[in-house]
Nanobody
Framework: QVQLVESGGGLVQPGGSLRLSCAAS????????MAWYRQAPGKQRELVAS???????NSADSVKGRVTISRDNTKRTVYLQMNSLKPEDTAVYYC??????????????WGHGTQVTVSS
């Protein structure tokens, strides 16, 4: 059974940093490209960053240079380090394995996510 548990969100001032964590109970974790997504109020969920099994990373243009995605295969955990946060980064952040055919998540049962609010 797939279980995705995100944590680490919170309220931070513009320019601040947060580190998100995702504990992923999925089969063959090591073989999956893992990703972070976010959904802001009134907007569609979007891909933020992804990391392949070998550690190659990619990130959306809107966060490039400000986020670092990493993974610990022994712990089946994915991290998202976010720096220089902006108010437009405010959203609920989710993790999932990334589909091999699209930018969407592979698994339909998403976790609860973790709220990130950037505000002064």
């Amino acid at each position: 059974q797939v279980q995705l548990v995100e944590s680490g969100g919170g309220l931070v001032q513009p320019g601040g940093s947060l580190r998100l964590s995702c504990a992923a109970s999925i089969s063959f974790f090591n073989a999956n490209t893992m990703a972070w997504y976010r959904q802001a109020p009134g907007k569609q969920r979007e891909l933020v960053a992804s990391i392949t099994p070998s550690g190659s990373t990619n990130s959306a243009d809107s966060v490039k240079g400000r986020v670092t995605i990493s993974r610990d295969n022994t712990k089946r955990t994915v991290y998202l380090q976010m720096n220089s946060l902006k108010p437009e980064d405010t959203a609920v952040y989710y993790c999932n394995a990334k589909s091999s055919t699209s930018d969407d998540g592979r698994f339909g049962n998403w976790g609860h996510g973790t709220q990130v609010t950037v505000s002064s």
